[in-house]
């Protein structure tokens, strides 16, 4: 069965891409993502295979 691993990251609105890029080049998929805990900003969930 796969394994995942799992990460939180917050999102700078002007970067939005260029952070997510990096996280892909990495290896993380997004799962979604959220308003910040304050209400400000955002928060992406992502998950990669674990290995």
Known sequence: MQ???YMTAPLIVH???QILDNFGEEGW???QVI???DGNGLVAYLKR???
Do not use: D, F, R
Request: glycine content about 14%.
């Open 3 to 5: 394994q995942w691993e």
């Open 15 to 17: 970067a939005t891409k």
């Open 29 to 31: 998929e997004l799962v």
């Open 35 to 37: 308003p910040g805990p």
């Open 49 to 51: 295979p674990k290995g």
